[in-house]
C-alpha cells in the first residue's frame, strides 16, 4: 500500500477519554492535509479482535491485545492511556482480601484487554466471565460474579452501586515496578508506507493538543459518551487518561510497556514472542 491512500479508518471506544482525544480531528478543527478521517466507534475488546484481522488502518486496542498484533501493526507514540497509581479495579458486593480471589468468579470485560492481563499477573487462579465492560457492575451487584474487574468509568463510579475496592491494579502495578500500568494505545498499520503513517501520527498528536488546549469544548464534545458521569467526574476521568503521557509515552512509558507485555510472556500469560515497535 502507498501514501496514495486518502480515507483512513479510526477506530476508537465510545468513551469520553477517546472522544476528548479524537475530538479536534472528528470535528475538522485541525488541517488533515487532504486526508479524510472515518470514525468508527466501539468497544475496545470489538476494536482489538477487528486489529487481530488487520481490518483498520488506525485503532485503539489494548496494549495486551498489541502482543499479537505487533508484525502488522506499530504503535503510535501519542494516544496512550496510562494508569499512574490507577487503573482498572476489582470490585465486590463485600470487602474481600487478594486471597479471597483465589477460584472466584470474576466478570472481565474481555480476553485481550490489558485489564486482564495484569489482572491475571496479580491472581492467576479464578474463573474469568467475559462481559461487555458497562455492565459489569449490575453483573455483580446482581451476583453474577463474586467480584468485578472494572475499567472506564465504571472505575470512579462503583461506589454509587453499593460495591466494595478490593483492588487497584494501577496501584498494585506501581508498587510492583515503579511504573505506570500502559492499559490502552493507538495502532497504525504498517503497510499504509512511512510518509502516510508519519502524516496520520501528527494528526492525531494535534487532536489531543487541541483537545488539552481547548479543554472545556473538548469536554463538551466528549460528555456525549460519559455514560451517566456527570461533568465534574467526567472532567476527572479524562484527566485520569487524557495527559501528558497521552501526547508522548515518553521513556518511562516506553519502558512500562515493554515491562508489561515481557511480564506477561514471562508468566506464560501471552503466548507469542513480542516485539514492541513505535511509530516515531
Known amino acids: 500500500m502507498t501514501d496514495s491512500l486518502t480515507t483512513i479508518r479510526v477506530a476508537h471506544s465510545p468513551d469520553s477519554d477517546d472522544a476528548f482525544m479524537f475530538y479536534a480531528l472528528a470535528s475538522g478543527k485541525i488541517d488533515t ?113 463474586d467480584a468485578g474487574l472494572l475499567i472506564h468509568e465504571g472505575q470512579l463510579t462503583f461506589g454509587d452501586k453499593g460495591l466494595h475496592l478490593i483492588q487497584d491494579l494501577g496501584e498494585w ?13 493507538n495502532v497504525v498499520r504498517k503497510d499504509l508506507g512511512e510518509d502516510l503513517i508519519r502524516k496520520v501520527s501528527r494528526h492525531l498528536r494535534a487532536s489531543i493538543a487541541y483537545g488539552l488546549d481547548h479543554r472545556k469544548a473538548a469536554l463538551d464534545h466528549s460528555m456525549q459518551y460519559a455514560r451517566g458521569l456527570d461533568r465534574s467526574k467526567a472532567d476527572t476521568f479524562v484527566g485520569m487518561y487524557v495527559n501528558d503521557w497521552t501526547l508522548d509515552y515518553g521513556e518511562r512509558g516506553r519502558r512500562a510497556i515493554r515491562e508489561f507485555l515481557e511480564r506477561g510472556v514471562r508468566e506464560g500469560l501471552i503466548t507469542t514472542p513480542v516485539v514492541v515497535e513505535f511509530a516515531d
Do not use: C
Open 33 to 145: 492535509e487532504g486526508l479524510t478521517y472515518i470514525h468508527e466507534l466501539q468497544d475496545i475488546e470489538t476494536l482489538n479482535q477487528r486489529a487481530m484481522r488487520a481490518e483498520l488502518e488506525v485503532t485503539a486496542v489494548s496494549i495486551h491485545a498489541y502482543a499479537y498484533l505487533s508484525d502488522r501493526y506499530a504503535l503510535l507514540p501519542h494516544g496512550a492511556s496510562m494508569g499512574d497509581r490507577y487503573g482498572p479495579r476489582i470490585v465486590a458486593r463485600a470487602p474481600m482480601s487478594r486471597a479471597d480471589l483465589r477460584g472466584k468468579r470474576i466478570a472481565i470485560p474481555g480476553l485481550k484487554t490489558s485489564a486482564f492481563l495484569a489482572m491475571q499477573m496479580f491472581e492467576p487462579d479464578f474463573e474469568a466471565i467475559v462481559t461487555p465492560f458497562d455492565q459489569i457492575e449490575d453483573f455483580v451487584v446482581d451476583g453474577g460474579a
Open 173 to 185: 502495578w506501581f508498587s510492583e515496578t515503579g511504573l505506570p500500568l500502559p492499559l490502552g494505545g
